[in-house]
């Protein structure tokens, strides 16, 4: 019913800025809230940040003050601005839609690098 697709990851030199974009198309009237995850290689797969449909953000204590999540007015996409890129950073980021239901969609992840 819903698809996320994920662009925008690459490799960066730390201290570097990444813009990562989330693609939405589906029947979508109404979510509870749109977000970002990570995971990357031994650890849990954790939330970065999230925005709901009224436009209140949530940060990982990590990425406070780096990275900022935004929305398109016509909600079909989902942005990821991260600035002052670390090492650490390094995951599979993925686009991730919560319905008020419950039910909640997941993209395939794009792949951010942060090394020299």
């Known amino acids: 019913q819903v698809q996320l697709v994920e662009s925008g990851g690459g490799l960066v030199h730390p201290g570097g800025s990444l813009r990562l974009s989330c693609a939405a198309s589906?029947?979508?009237?109404?979510?509870?809230?749109m977000g970002w995850y990570r995971q990357a290689p031994g650890k849990q797969r954790e939330l970065v940040a999230t925005?709901?449909?009224?436009?209140?953000?949530n940060y990982a204590d990590s990425v406070k003050g780096r990275f900022t999540v935004s929305r398109a007015r016509d909600l079909d996409m989902l942005y990821l601005q991260m600035d002052s890129l670390k090492p650490e950073d390094t995951a599979l980021y993925y686009c991730?839609?919560?319905?008020?239901?419950?039910?909640?969609?997941w993209g395939q992840g794009t792949q951010v690098t942060v090394s020299s």
């Open positions: 991730h839609l919560e319905e008020y239901s419950g039910t909640g969609y």
């Open positions: 589906g029947s979508i009237f109404s979510f509870y809230s």
């Open positions: 925005i709901t449909e009224g436009g209140d953000t």
